[in-house]
């Protein structure tokens, strides 16, 4: 998390990949350049979604162009009939599908965005379509690609089983798969966004267009259109810190597979970039800054300040690249810079804004959390408010270890957040004050351990012997947790647990389970196989304070 940005890999032209020429098999000849790869500009100006789509207005972001001192504007793709940019390559391909297989129909697999815009498509173009996704699909995802008219097969416990059934019945049945974004229709279509930017906001002014990037459709089609005509004009992608494929591949200059790829930007978790969309994104992208969850959440809240619309986690991707990008340059004068960011998405889930509200003032700085351990005595937790005073309390947790209130020195573990200004700047002073005062004090305001479980538990101390800790990803579907529990069962005891459901199709878990050493290789044999995400968290300094056993 030390770089905030990667620099433009050497120049415009110089690029090591070979162009997978399967790709361009149906594109029109007098479409291709002289070295037999495809001609964006015409492609993107030839498109035709408009059939379907909605030419999106530009919205001047007042709030937070006051607050960066920049031009701040926001490209309104959440306003599409399926709520999201996906529809326009969707579409492009789709119309340009001789009449011969049209009629055989058409196939994608996706529970997302990319689902609602071909079942779209092919209702309008009166195409067969066919939706693969994997049997955990929440049934509100599948239901609304079924209004639309689509058949939805579920297939597979993930996406790798689900995509392997979508190429089996492409092939069996010789439909047209329809794929996210690596294909240069999908690619044109989404340019045209780049277009219609261009005709809505003055040129000159204009210095970055901020994209968010999952397969990278979208930024390699915006950029191929924009580095043709305004030149001048930085195309800065969006990742976050753990779905970064499109950065880790242009930096090694080939792509590269992620073995786990943080879900909470659901629209944006790819685990390896397309081929062309990585070609053309080592030619058009100039830098890719990378985010956190918390600062996505504050990208949401900005968002809604703005339009009073709420946006999916990656819709808010390029917002919370664009803040970002702006308060780590403090060198620019961005007073006479016009930033625009592409809100890509609206897809959100209903029961995930409690989650994002949490997060929010902790993205935007405006809230920190802080451990603090202090003496266990009479006027302790008053000289602590004290020191936080007149910032408002958001949230004090006491804990105790076992026997330490008989002890005249016993030490009292606090949490606490409170809201602030600017976090960044005063988080330093606010620590050295409480050290002045004589208070132990750590700030937690990164700790993902503490913020999504330890701050939920109650209870103090337990002491349990040969206790670990873990952090575990399970996905919301029935039989999950049920997997876990038994292979524990067996074995081991269950010492603490805790799940909170944030609304995702990801559940967040911890657990505590006894361990005795001479166990240790059977147990790593059973995470192993277990085949979910997991970190340990033993060592964590929260769990030391407030949860270990003395």
Known sequence: MSNISTPRISGLTEYTSQPDKSHYDSIESHFLLPDGTPDYLKLILTSKVYDVCNETPVTPAVNLSSKLGANIFLKREDLQPVFSFKLRGA????????????WKGVIACSAGNHAQGVAYSAKHLNIPATIVMPVVTPAIKYKNVDRLGAKVVLHGNDFDAAKAECNRL????????????????????????????????????????????????????VGAYIKRIAPHVKIIGVETYDANAMRQSLQKGERITLSEVGLFADGAAVKIPGEETFRLCQQVVDEIVLVSTDEICAAIKDVFTETRSIVEPAGALSVAGLVKYVESHPEIDHSASGYTAILSGANMDFDRLRFVSERAKLGEGSEVFIVATIPEKPGSFGKLIDLVHPRAVTEFSYRYSNGELEKSDGKAHVYISFSVDNAKAEVPRI??????????????????????????????????SNERVFRFEFPERPGALVKFLHGVKSKWNITLFHYRNQGSDIAKVLAGISVPSHESDQFQQFLDNLEYPYAEETDNVVYKLFLQGD
Do not use: W
């Open 91 to 102: 579409y492009n391909m789709m119309a340009h599908l001789p009449q011969e297989t049209r």
């Open 170 to 221: 492409s092939e069996k049945h010789g439909l047209t798969n329809i794929p996210p974004f690596d294909n240069p229709y999908v690619i044109a279509g989404q340019g045209t966004i780049g277009v219609e930017l261009l005709r809505q906001i003055d040129v000159e002014s204009l210095k970055a267009i901020f994209v968010c990037i999952g397969g990278g459709g979208l930024i390699a089609g």
């Open 431 to 464: 620590l050295d004050d409480f050290k002045g005062a004589g208070f132990d004090a750590i700030d937690i305001s990164h700790n993902e351990f503490a913020k999504s479980h330890a701050r939920y538990l109650v209870g103090g101390k337990a002491a349990v």
